[in-house]
């Protein structure tokens, strides 16, 4: 039981938890989650943390199937800009280990925004805190979970 499933459990709100055998050599976790749980890979979202220009974090959540658009992402955040964020500050801060970071459970709660995308889907999946863990919910209770707004966020 991760921090992410035990934050969806507290709250009460409907999900399901899908776990699949995660392979190493794996190039994107995201496409391999969707692949392996046969699902559409346009609601598998991942996980991005960035550094705002005031050294603050935020997490991005896009489809696997597309790139985060930093200065959306900055937009969102009301920043000038914004970076991928060190490795090591992403784990430190969400207590999860990359490939493995998930919206719910983290740490140090972090601003986070959903591409609107996920809007248009009943459910939506995450990591649900580790690598072959995804939780699936409904993108308002993912919203409300993290404390999220919707943005547009994918680069084009």
Known sequence: MTPGILAAKKAKISYTVHEYEHDPSAESYGNEAADKMGVDPNRVFKTLVVALDNKELAVGLVPVTSMLSLKLIAKAAKAKKAGMADKQ??????????GGVSPLGQKKRLKTFIDATAEQYDTVFVSAGK???????????LATLTGAGFADLQQD
């Open 131 to 141: 690598r072959g863990l995804e939780i699936e919910l409904a993108p308002a209770d």
């Open 89 to 98: 500050m992403v784990q430190r801060s969400t207590g999860y280990v990359l």
